[in-house]
């Protein structure tokens, strides 16, 4: 079987790439640079190779590398991002700190001749997400495209077939991405052999070589990971040897638990039991404010409530493994590969799953996939509709969802609303809270920005986001607020933590938002619209609510939605009676620089 081989530098999208050329009917293996002992040898069974993006610098001594010897293998070679710059700097040419990062929608301007670029358009939107930049180029190198703050967006030596990008083809938001792999997969020559049904039956082969007789003790969310896991497993297994578990953490949305029993016994799983364990979790997480550490607690609380379920039914543990719906993206963030960086600690990736990973103990048939992977095995499996197109809804709940802690100072708040004032003519307003973002394959821990004002041209407000974000080094997010468009004297935070009260108030502004969405039929036109409460108000007594909702494919990347003004207003509006609700902001942040979750 021809395959393509994807050298991992630790970007938060290596594995999307392999994902990606999956999707061209071609095996996609990943391959980590330290493991390269001799390149001749080791590439000597691929096609062609993609060098990644990584959150590192190509001019840091100790950074992840290659021998340059890979570049006269007579192979095609793709170099994304880290990895176009990696390969430039090898070659000869310079790379250097740019005078401003870039992230999220650029627009791309196609000027030179490249097989790699046959039949795309000469402008077209890419995504961006890096700071070092090409400044020169290798002898035999020539420039193929470039955006307004990137010359060497994209570069090709045509007669040795090595290409460069800046930008990432790989995420569904560069719209000439699908086109420039695919005549990458063309130039390597690689036939298209591999298919969904390979992976399905190399799955359920692994899961009952794994498994062998012991049986799966499966934690089950309702959401469309665990749901798939679930079926898989009872495939492979058969449903007696599968046992489902659904624990009620209290962070469910409104009438959420009920919905989630009675679908999935609608579709089928029978044997499967409700924990209720709200009161353990809540003790656990009392005075708890940090965003990382709410996830470990979530994450070892859950375990331990699986255990205790485990001794009561008296299951003997050494017959049963814990079954998760764990997919790439909650490994990738968790900084769970060799060079990557630590987005947010996903509860399904505590230091005890670690161990138990280790030891073999965790069964993860959805471990190397993407959500829109997930929904394609989901229906080969003939799961119903309704299971498999549901939002993504983080394991934490809403634990990600209310942000807590002590006001939060951003020392450079007077400069930066001066500047946006100036020069954007838009009131602006630095809360004096943080939120967790992903910028240039690493976290940040940065500061929102809210804007006043009634437009609500939405590629304006896009473009206007995207600029701040890439300007200021303070903030990782824009805000608009929709029941105010006259900017506050001031914007005031207070100190908070999770409580019955906060949990309930977001569950009905989350319960109203999601209402106005069915009602307008654009439930399945978004991909994911979180809501989310902060402890921020103009007289900081009451609290926000902020509406995130996202267009994506696999969470990796992602846009605002531009919904429809009315259904927003609705929505704000409706919210905004509450009581305990001071205004409503909507999220207009792409990721990168936002991750989707807050926290």
Known sequence: ???????????????????????????????????????????????????????????????????????????????????????????????????????????????????????????????????????????????????????????????????????????IHTEIGEKLLTNFVKLTGAKASWKMEKFLADEISKIKKQVGKRKVFMLVSGGVDSTVAFALLEKALGKKNVFGLLIDHGLMRKGETKLVMESLRKAGFDNLRVENASGHFLAALKNVTNPEEKRRIIGRVF???????????????????????????????????????????????????????????????????????????????????????????????????????????????????????????????????????????????RHPVAIYTASRDWEKLDSLATALVNKFSDINRVLLCLTLNKSPRSVKAKAAHLTHKRIALLQEADAIANQVLRAKKLYDKVWQMPVVLIPVSIEGELESIILRPVDSAEAMTASFSRLPKAAVNEMAKKIQKLSGVDHVYLDITNKPPATIEWE
Not at 331 to 354: F, L, M, P, Q, Y
Request: hydrophobic letters at 35%.
């Open 1 to 171: 079987m021809d395959k393509i081989a994807v050298l991992d530098f630790g970007g938060q999208y290596a594995h999307l790439i392999a994902n990606r050329i999956r999707r061209q009917g071609v095996l996609a293996e990943i391959v980590l640079p330290q493991n390269v002992i001799d390149v001749e040898a080791d590439f000597k069974d691929y096609k062609g190779i993609i060098l990644s993006g990584g959150p590192d610098s190509c001019l840091r001594a100790g950074s992840p590398t290659i021998d340059k010897k890979l570049f006269e293998l007579k192979k095609p070679i793709l170099a994304i991002c880290y990895g176009h710059q990696l390969a430039m700097h090898l070659l000869g040419g310079k790379v250097k700190k740019g005078k401003q990062p870039e992230y999220g929608p650029a627009k791309l301007k196609v000027a030179g001749k490249s097989k790699l670029f046959a039949t795309t358009p000469k402008v077209s939107r890419v995504w961006m997400s890096h700071w070092d930049e090409v400044i020169a180029l290798p002898k035999d190198f020539a420039q193929v495209a470039s955006t307004e703050s990137c010359k060497f967006a994209a570069v090709s030596c045509e007669a040795k077939q090595i290409y460069g990008v800046q930008f990432h083809p790989e995420v």
């Open 303 to 445: 375990l331990a409530t699986q255990r205790k379920v485990l001794k009561r039914l008296r299951f003997n543990p050494r017959e049963w493994l814990l079954g998760q719906g764990t997919i790439y993206p909650d490994t990738i963030e968790s900084a769970g590969t060799a060079n990557s960086d630590k987005i947010k600690t996903h509860h399904n990736r505590v230091e005890e799953i670690e161990v138990m990973l280790e030891k073999g103990l965790v069964v993860e048939p959805l471990a190397e996939l993407y959500k829109d992977e997930v929904r394609e095995v989901g229906r080969k499996l003939k799961l119903p509709k309704e299971l498999i197109e549901r939002h993504p809804f983080p394991g934490p709940g809403l634990g990600v969802r209310i942000l807590c802690g002590e006001p939060a100072k951003c020392e450079n708040t007077n400069k930066i609303e001066t500047e946006i004032n100036r020069k954007w003519k838009t009131r602006g307003k630095i809360l004096p809270i943080q939120s967790v973002g992903v910028q240039g394959d690493a976290r940040t821990y």
